[in-house]
């Protein structure tokens, strides 16, 4: 079994700067990509960044330049910086990973989401 766990979210004004943070537990042998996404109400789940086991990282237009994303292997953990939030950065956030297992068993698997709210 594999587990992520997030935290870091919350109620932020416009403008305001949070970071999420998502560990990862069980029987793991290796992460490859990990990744966050979104799903704002009413809407469908969107990816927001993905950053591979190397480094190399891809993030939605909208998100450029404002979040960054990035991952300690050895904790098994992966982050998002968000800053200058707006409003429509709304959303629950969910982190996700393709993990190799220890039985050598491959899939991805997601975190149980964290809340962010951006408003004034």
């Known amino acids: 079994q594999v587990q992520l766990v997030e935290s870091g979210g919350g109620s932020v004004q416009p403008g305001g700067s949070l970071r999420l943070s998502c560990t990862a537990s069980?029987?793991?042998?290796?992460?490859?990509?990990m990744g966050w996404y979104r799903q704002a109400p009413g809407k469908e789940r969107e990816l927001v960044a993905t950053?591979?086991?190397?480094?190399?990282?891809n993030y939605a237009d909208s998100v450029k330049g404002r979040f960054t994303i990035s991952r300690d292997n050895a904790k098994k953990a992966e982050y998002l910086q968000m800053i200058s939030l707006k409003p429509e950065d709304t959303a629950v956030y969910y982190c996700?990973?393709?993990?190799?297992?220890?039985?050598?068993?491959?899939?991805?698997?997601w975190g149980q989401g964290t809340q962010v709210a951006v408003s004034s």
């Open positions: 950053i591979t086991s190397g480094g190399t990282t």
């Open positions: 069980g029987s793991i042998f290796r992460i490859n990509d």
């Open positions: 996700n990973a393709d993990v190799l297992t220890k039985l050598l068993h491959r899939g991805t698997y």
